[in-house]
């Protein structure tokens, strides 16, 4: 679990550019499942886009605010829902008690791979449509996992960003380090070094894999983070998180 209903992100840079939108979306997926999105779009864009993948709550006000900020900045930026087959498509509509793993639990456990992979298609096409010629995945929590996941020569990404991400394989369920002879995008991995629920070894072990993939990657670690150090009301990490975004900046500014 990682952010609670009323997190916010942080917001470290001044706005370079005003929002042209920002607004509810609605896709569809490869089999016709309507899925929740939001997008916002800078007056003027001035890097690539980026597909946002919540944490696995699904799509909240954290993530449309964060959308805002890299819209901010130059990023047309779409975040994607991951219930729309068992929840609907209107995350506004859902119990306030969704977000409580007890009963987040079935709708978590209902996702499968083509499914998620079908949703990020969907979140790519819509971003490419409205003229983005590089869309770099950003995930948090299981979207960090996701876009790691993501980092595939299939999907076409210009690189892939992961907040503590967890990245080995769940319930055998292959993850992103048994994926990585795959992996073809450059990684940017953040982790926090107090993350109980990531363990150093596997962090070690994800590094290997894409070491020996070829996969370009790049890790840091912020010694005495937890697993959710970057969010507005965690001030006393709140520089692990400043360095955070600014690291994404940059990736997100690399020439490619």
Known sequence: MCYDADAAPPAFT???WALAEAMPLTLTSADGTDVAAFLARPEFSTGPAVLLLPDNKGLSGFY??????LAEQGHPTLVLDYYGRTAGADPDA???EFGELPNLLPHLLALTPDGLDADLTAGLDRLRATGAAEVVALGFCFGGRQAFRAAGPRFGLAGAVGFYGYPDAINGAPGPTQLAPGLTAPVLALWGGA???IPRAVVDAFDTALTAAGCPHEFVTYPGAPH???ELGAVEHSDAARDAWHRLLGFLARPR
């Open 228 to 230: 959710n150090f970057f």
């Open 64 to 69: 449309r605010h964060t959308a805002a900020r």
């Open 195 to 197: 993350d109980e629920h």
């Open 94 to 96: 859902r119990p306030a």
């Open 14 to 16: 001044p706005a370079l």
